[in-house]
């Protein structure tokens, strides 16, 4: 059976009916009928919000509950203080540092592994923009290591960066399998 990761970016497409809500809801339905297996990444709770909140995930949960995604799986990410939920992340290891390392590489070769210095001390409404950016690009590294430490197949998301004629290869290379576009998930039905 094949198995499906939708990153953050499918969550806010449905919420937003975006274009690849359709298709997003037709691999739902699919997962439903038990023909793929369609996964979220657990670190989209730690996203911060239009209303530049961080959710707790209590109500992440309530947030899938009411876009009827949540009878997915949620895939956990590494334990980081001050932007994953202990109960929804897993204790490291040396490869597990790696992996991300790695991807982060890749992704975001000329950025920061770690915050800026002393933000995660402040207050989130006192955290500058680059702390954001920075966290932004942390819930993306661990969304594909999510999907990467859980085997799965098919990586999907609007964000073009993974897709990224440069990245593509390397991140095929460390385990992404396919990485695909969310509007064109509805064709990931019929190759199943």
């Known amino acids: 059976m094949l198995r499906l990761t939708l990153d953050t970016n499918a969550i806010v497409a449905i919420e937003e009916d975006r274009p690849a809500a359709s ?15 369609v996964a979220l990444v657990a670190i989209s709770a730690s996203e911060k919000q239009r209303a530049g909140e961080i959710e707790n ?13 949540d009878h997915l799986s949620l895939l956990m990410p590494i334990a980081y203080f001050d932007l994953t939920f202990w109960d929804w992340s897993f204790f490291s290891n040396e490869a597990m540092i790696e992996l991300e390392t790695k991807i982060h590489g890749v992704l975001f070769p ?11 001390q402040l207050p989130c409404d006192q955290r500058p923009d680059e702390y954001w950016k920075w966290r932004n690009r942390k819930c993306d590294v661990l969304a594909l290591w999510s999907h990467i430490y859980a085997g799965r197949d098919v990586f999907l998301t609007s964000d073009a960066n993974f897709r990224k004629v440069t990245k593509l290869p390397a991140l095929i290379a460390l385990g992404a399998g396919r990485i695909e576009d969310l509007a064109d998930a509805h064709a990931l039905i019929t190759d199943s």
């Open 57 to 69: 995930f209590g109500i992440f949960r309530e947030r899938l509950a009411r876009l009827k995604l």
């Open 110 to 120: 000329n950025k920061a592994l770690l915050p800026p210095e002393g933000t995660p």
């Open 23 to 37: 298709a997003i809801r037709q691999l739902v339905n699919a997962h439903a009928q038990g023909r793929i297996d």
